[in-house]
C-alpha cells in the first residue's frame, strides 16, 4: 500500500477511513510530535468539501479547549488540504466498544467527560451537529478524552434545515435528532446535540442503537416519531435513573431534553456519587441545576392542536385513498383534497402547514413549496415551478433504479413534447435526458398545449402510492395562469394530491380571482377543508411566556394585557424572521 506524503510529515499508518477522508498517524519533523493526519479522500474535492476542512480547522484551531481535539496546521497536498491534529494516543469510542464493554463506573466518568467538553462547545456558541461514538476519542490509560470533526459544525445559535432525502442530510443518520432531519418544524439549535448524545450514552451502555434499520427514510421515521426502548430492559444492570436520564436527551421535542450541558453533567456526577457512596442511585433528583443561560423563546405552536389535528386528518385521508391494501375505503371518495389556511401575515400559517412533516414522512410522502410574490404576477407557474422544481431535486438524491422508474414515468406523459418541461425546470433533463424541439405554436395554442403536460407531468407524482403535498404560500398574489392550473389539478379527484394553499385574507375579498377560483373548484366536488387562524387568546399566551421563563402560568399571569399583546408582537415577529 502506498503511504501518504506529505512534506514536514512522517506518516506511519492509516488508522481510519470514511466515505470522503483518510485518517493517518505520524510524525511532525520539525519537532518529533506525535500527529494525527486527516485528509480529503478524493483527488479532486468539491468547494463544498474544501469549505468544510477549512472550518474545521479555523474552528478546533481557534478553540483551544481541553476537550475538544486540537489542530496544528492546515495543509495543501496536491489538490487537496490535510489537517494535522495532537495525537494523544486515543482512540475513539466506537473502537473501544468492539474491544470491551464499561461498567457504570466507567460509563459515567466517561459520559461526565463528554458531557463537560460538549459545553465548553456550546459555551463559544458552536453546535457540533455529528456527536457520535466515532467522534468521541478516549485514551483509557490517561484518562483524556476529546470531541472531534467538526466539518459541519455551526457557528450560528439556530439554523432552518430544509427537507432533503434521508442520503445526503447533514450528521450521521443513526445519531440525528429530529429536528436535524428538516421534518419537524422546528429550527435546529444546540439542542440537537443533546438527542445525539443521548443516542451515544445508550449505545455505549446497551451495546445497540435505539433505533436499528438499513431503511434510512424508516430510520428518519423513527427518529421523530417513534419512543426507544428503556436502555435498562436491554442492559439490566443499568440503573433505572440512568435510563431516565438517556430517555429524557432523546426526547422528540427539543423543550423536553435538557437545557444545558451542565445540567447533564451535574445529574451524571449525582449518580456516580451515588454509586460510590454505595447509595441508591435511584434517589438522585434529575435535572436540579439544568437551567437556560439565555433567553429561550419555546418552538413549539400554542392554541393551534385542532388545527394541527385537522391538517393531519385531511393528509391521512389523502394517503389512506391511495393504499390499495387499506381496508374500509370508499372507492367512490375523492383521493385529492385541498385546505384553503387564512389569517394575517405573520400569524403562524406556514408554521402550522409544517407540523404535517412526520405523517408525511411515515408515509414516505412528498412535500414541496412554493411562494408567490408580489413583483412577479407576471411571471406564470412561478410558485408551481419553484416547487416542482424542489421535487425534481429531491427525486435526484435517490437511487438510480428509483430514477429510472421516474425517468420511465415522465417519459410515458410527456412524450416527445419534454423539451417544453426542461425550459421552465432545468433539472428534469438530468432525470430523462436531452430531449429534442418541439414545433412553435401560436400563443393560445402555445399555451393550452402547456397546460395539458404540465398538468400531465405533476400526475406523473400524484399518481403513485407516494402522496403528494403541494404548499403554496401568499396565493393572493397568485397569477392567472396558476389559477386556472391549479383548478384543473383539483378537477380531477383520482389524482392523490393534497394541495394547501395559505393567503392573507386582509386581502382578499369575495371578488378576488382566488375566491372565484376556490368557488369553482368547490363546484367540481372537491373536498376544500377552511383552516381560519386567530391570535393567540390570553391562555395561551401566558403558557408560552411561562414556558420562556420557567415558570408556572400563575406567575405569569401578573402581566398585563397590554403587556402579553407586546410579547405577542414580538413573538409573531419572531416567527416570521425565522
Same mark, same amino acid.
Given at each position: ?10 506518516? %506511519? ?35 463544498? !468539501? !474544501? ?13 483551544? !479547549? ?13 489538490? @487537496? ?24 463506573? =466507567? ?12 459545553? *465548553? ?11 457520535? @461514538? ?24 439556530? *439554523? ?9 442530510? =447533514? ?46 427514510? &424508516? ?24 435510563? &431516565? ?23 451524571? =456526577?449525582?449518580?456516580?456519587? %451515588? !454509586? ?24 413549539? $405552536? ?34 385529492? *383534497? ?59 438524491? *435517490? ?42 405554436? &401560436?400563443?393560445?395554442?402555445?399555451? %393550452? ?18 402522496? $403528494? ?110
Amino acid at each position: 500500500m502506498v503511504m501518504l506524503a506529505i512534506s514536514g510529515f512522517s506518516v %506511519n499508518s492509516k488508522i481510519h477511513e470514511s466515505y470522503n477522508s483518510l485518517v493517518y498517524r505520524g510524525i511532525r519533523q520539525q519537532d518529533n510530535r506525535p500527529v494525527v493526519l486527516k485528509i480529503l479522500k478524493s483527488a479532486y474535492p468539491t468547494p463544498e !468539501l !474544501l469549505s468544510r476542512y477549512k472550518q474545521e480547522f479555523e474552528i478546533t484551531h481557534k478553540l483551544q !479547549l481541553a476537550g475538544i481535539i486540537k489542530s496544528y496546521s492546515l495543509e495543501k497536498y496536491q489538490n @487537496t488540504l490535510a489537517i494535522a491534529f495532537e495525537d494523544f494516543g486515543g482512540e475513539s469510542l466506537k473502537i473501544l466498544m468492539d474491544k470491551r464493554r464499561f461498567t457504570i463506573e =466507567e460509563f459515567l466518568k466517561i459520559a461526565i467527560k463528554i458531557s463537560a467538553a460538549l459545553g *465548553e462547545i456550546h459555551g463559544a456558541n458552536i453546535i457540533h451537529k455529528d456527536i457520535n @461514538t466515532s467522534n468521541i476519542v478516549f485514551n483509557p490509560a490517561s484518562e483524556e478524552l476529546k470531541i472531534i470533526d467538526f466539518g459541519i459544525s455551526s457557528v450560528l445559535s439556530k *439554523e432552518s434545515p430544509i427537507i432533503c432525502n434521508p442520503n445526503i442530510l =447533514e450528521g450521521t443518520l443513526a445519531y440525528i435528532s429530529p429536528e436535524q432531519t428538516g421534518r419537524m418544524n422546528r429550527l435546529v439549535d444546540y439542542r440537537t446535540d443533546f438527542y445525539s448524545l443521548g443516542v451515544t450514552f445508550y449505545e455505549l451502555l446497551t451495546q445497540q442503537l435505539p433505533f436499528q434499520t438499513s431503511d434510512a427514510m &424508516e430510520l428518519v421515521y423513527f427518529h421523530i416519531a417513534k419512543q426507544a426502548i428503556a436502555p435498562e430492559k436491554i442492559n439490566q444492570t443499568i440503573p433505572k435513573k440512568l435510563g &431516565e436520564l438517556i430517555i429524557k436527551l432523546l426526547s422528540k421535542n427539543a423543550d423536553d431534553r435538557y437545557k444545558s450541558a451542565y445540567g447533564i453533567e451535574k445529574d451524571l =456526577e449525582s449518580i456516580l456519587k %451515588n !454509586l460510590s457512596d454505595k447509595i441508591n442511585i435511584n434517589n438522585a433528583v434529575l435535572g436540579r441545576f439544568d437551567v437556560y443561560d439565555k433567553l429561550h423563546i419555546s418552538q413549539k $405552536l400554542y392554541g393551534r392542536e385542532s388545527e394541527i389535528q385537522t391538517l393531519i386528518s385531511v393528509y391521512n385521508r389523502v394517503a389512506d385513498s391511495l393504499d390499495i391494501n387499506a381496508t374500509k375505503i370508499d372507492n367512490s371518495q375523492s383521493k385529492s *383534497e385541498m385546505v384553503l389556511v387564512s389569517g394575517y401575515s405573520g400569524i403562524g400559517k406556514t408554521a402550522l402547514v409544517r407540523e404535517i412533516y412526520q405523517p408525511i414522512t411515515k408515509s414516505r410522502g412528498y412535500f414541496i413549496s412554493g411562494k408567490f410574490d408580489q413583483l412577479q404576477r407576471h411571471i406564470p407557474y412561478s410558485s408551481l415551478i419553484q416547487a416542482l422544481r424542489s421535487l425534481i431535486q429531491q427525486l435526484l438524491t *435517490e437511487s438510480s433504479e428509483t430514477i429510472a422508474s421516474w425517468r420511465e414515468k415522465i417519459l410515458a406523459v410527456v412524450g416527445q413534447q419534454g423539451k417544453i418541461i426542461i425550459d421552465v425546470i432545468n433539472e428534469v433533463e438530468l432525470i430523462i435526458g436531452s430531449q429534442p424541439d418541439v414545433v412553435i405554436l &401560436e400563443s393560445t395554442e402555445s399555451q %393550452n398545449r402547456f397546460n395539458i403536460l404540465f398538468y400531465n407531468f405533476i400526475s406523473v407524482f400524484t399518481t403513485s402510492k407516494q402522496p $403528494l403535498v403541494i404548499f403554496l404560500d401568499d396565493l393572493q398574489w397568485a397569477d392567472s395562469a396558476s389559477l386556472k392550473l391549479i383548478k384543473q389539478l383539483m378537477a380531477n379527484t383520482e389524482n392523490g394530491l393534497l394541495l394547501i394553499v395559505a393567503y392573507r385574507d386582509s386581502e382578499v375579498n369575495a371578488a378576488h380571482p382566488l375566491m372565484l377560483t376556490i368557488d369553482e373548484i368547490k363546484q367540481t366536488g372537491t373536498i376544500v377543508n377552511h383552516i381560519y387562524l386567530t391570535p393567540l387568546d390570553l391562555n395561551n399566551t401566558s403558557q408560552l411566556i411561562a414556558d420562556t421563563f420557567n415558570c408556572t402560568t400563575q406567575k405569569a399571569k401578573p402581566l398585563n394585557q397590554s403587556q402579553i399583546a407586546a410579547l405577542q408582537i414580538v413573538f409573531c415577529a419572531n416567527k416570521k424572521m425565522n
